[in-house]
């Protein structure tokens, strides 16, 4: 398997990881032990927004795209591949403070309701 196929299948995961932390709570409405993984998950994810790090799986992509003969991108996964599409170019502070708190936000509401539903 050729490396950039690799780092195209970590893009892959690591999108599908963004989307777990941000909706993995809805998980719960079908399995009850969801929050288990799902909450370490956003936490994590909460983290490098607010603490401005960079997720493990960026230099991974970064190292199998150069094996690949191609060049990496500087930044982070989000800035990178999803700032682009949602936002203006730049990734500042104050943007990363804003979808940290929108991962915190969705995910309160969305526990609330399945705590809701299960009572």
Same mark, same amino acid.
């Given at each position: ?33 969801? $929050? *288990?993984?799902?909450?370490? @998950?956003? =936490?994590? %994810? ?5 603490? +401005?790090? !960079?997720?493990?799986?960026? $230099? *991974?992509?970064?190292?199998? @795209?150069? =094996?690949? %003969? ?5 930044? +982070?996964? !989000? ?11 730049? =990734? ?28």
């Amino acid at each position: 398997m050729g490396y950039r196929v690799l780092a195209t299948l970590v893009v892959l995961v690591h999108a599908a990881f963004v989307l777990l932390v941000l909706l993995g709570g809805l998980l719960a409405f079908r399995w009850r032990r969801a $929050p *288990l993984l799902h909450i370490p @998950v956003a =936490l994590w %994810g909460g983290w490098i927004e607010i603490s +401005g790090g !960079i997720c493990p799986l960026t $230099p *991974l992509e970064n190292w199998l @795209v150069e =094996l690949s %003969g191609s060049r990496g991108y500087a930044g +982070g996964f !989000i800035e990178h591949y999803l700032l682009p599409v949602l936002y203006p170019p730049g =990734l500042t502070r104050t943007v990363q403070y804003a979808l940290a708190t929108l991962v915190v936000v969705v995910n309160v509401l969305v526990y609330a309701w399945v705590w809701r539903e299960r009572r």
